[in-house]
């Protein structure tokens, strides 16, 4: 496995970065999460745009354009191996602020940090594929607009991670996250979706969710090749709690079926038909493209 780091290629084991880094000392940085279907990486347009807003809104000059960006993601992708048809992958692509003083001025960073990693990611076991997964609500809300704004794909991750914690604490394998007036956001590193009488619902950006790309896939393309009503809305944990069917969507776990809820069966506690489509539909487009 080669490692990008800002422009160069390193093994696994030399692949390292200054303790000095401020992406390390204060999560000072942005990243993103891209997959490769067929040797070819997936929405790679998309994660770009992300990115660099993400990175605008931190006021983080990447030092890189888009372009130069993605063909860093692409030369990596090649030097790994993983451009040939048949080929698959994850790649991890994070921003940080570079090395600084300690001080949290990113004043004192001179340069960002571009790191780039190809590896086989597979999130969940089959069975959470095959059979569903429990949901809990956890207790941490997600960012407040006017704190971190979950639209950023920031490095600090931490509400999602203690929100996940405290699914896997309660036996369950991902958390709701609602926002701070109650509303539904999303899942630690999902999207979350409901079906309720054939219509396939999503909550708002503006109620916390990141604009996920396998959202806006699944919601843009798999869902209006079946012929599947979408609508983007705020929900509320009653709307989860009575829903036909329910599945999450990100990158690394790509479309999961969602099976129960705080001890609440959804439907009749199995993966709903609808759900198995898109699933299906999802892999069979990623896979052609
Ligand atoms: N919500 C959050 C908070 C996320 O971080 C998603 C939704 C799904 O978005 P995409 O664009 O991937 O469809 C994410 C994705 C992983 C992983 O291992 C993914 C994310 C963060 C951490 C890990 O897949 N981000």
């Known amino acids: 496995m080669k490692i990008y780091i800002d422009g160069n290629f390193y093994d696994r084991q030399d692949a390292r970065i200054s ?14 999460g891209l997959r490769i279907y067929n040797g070819r990486v997936f929405l790679l347009e998309e994660h770009m745009d992300r990115l660099f807003r993400s990175a605008k809104a931190i006021m983080l000059d990447t030092g890189l354009s888009k372009n ?10 090649r030097v790994n191996g993983r451009d040939k048809p048949g080929k698959s992958g994850y790649i991890r692509l994070v921003v940080t602020r570079g090395e600084g003083q300690l001080g949290i001025d990113p004043g004192s960073c001179e340069k960002a940090s571009v790191i780039i990693i190809t590896e ?18 956890s207790s941490v809300r997600r960012n407040r607009m006017d704190s971190l704004d979950p639209r950023i794909k920031s490095l600090n991750y931490l509400n999602n991670i203690m929100a996940k914690l405290e699914a896997k604490n309660s036996g369950a394998v991902e ?27 999503t909550p708002l950006g503006t109620d916390g969710a990141l604009k996920g790309i ?13 012929e599947l009503g979408v609508e983007e809305r705020s929900m509320a944990l009653y709307d989860l709690y009575n829903a036909d069917e329910c599945f999450l969507t990100g990158s690394g776990a790509e479309v999961v079926p969602a099976v129960s ?14 759900t198995i489509q898109i699933a299906k539909e999802f892999n069979r487009m990623v896979n052609s493209f």
């Open 261 to 274: 809820i705080d001890g609440r069966l959804i439907g009749d506690g199995k993966p709903g038909k609808i």
């Open 120 to 137: 086989d990611l597979k999130l969940y076991p089959q069975k959470y594929y095959d059979e569903g997964v429990k949901l809990v609500t």
């Open 214 to 226: 396998t959202r806006g896939f699944v919601c843009s393309e798999v869902c209006s090749g079946l």
């Open 175 to 201: 958390a709701v996250v609602l926002n701070d007036r109650g509303y539904v956001a999303e899942c630690t590193a999902d999207n979350i979706f409901i079906i309720k009488d054939g219509v396939v619902m």
């Open 68 to 77: 130069q960006m993605s063909d860093a993601v692409k030369e990596t992708v």
């Open 19 to 32: 303790v000095f880094d401020h992406g390390l000392l204060y999560g000072d940085g942005v990243f993103e």
